[in-house]
């Protein structure tokens, strides 16, 4: 009989949260910032939430930028 450990899969684990200075990907930023992609979706489209930008087909945001955008309307 073969025993089995309990590990977690490396496909399962929450990604990575993303390094200021750099692009996060929607499902970093939505574990950042503990919100919906819907609710992700929704602040996207509001007026001066900053411009996503491609690489190829995946789409990424400047942290930095969300930071800035995301602190005055906490206050």
Known sequence: MSQQTNRASPYTATPNLPI???????????????VSRTTWWRWSQMPGFPRAVRFGRSVRWPVESIEAFLTPQEA
Not at 20 to 34: D, E, S, V
């Open 20 to 34: 200021p200075g750099t692009f996060g990907t929607t499902a970093q930023l939505c574990t950042r910032y503990q």
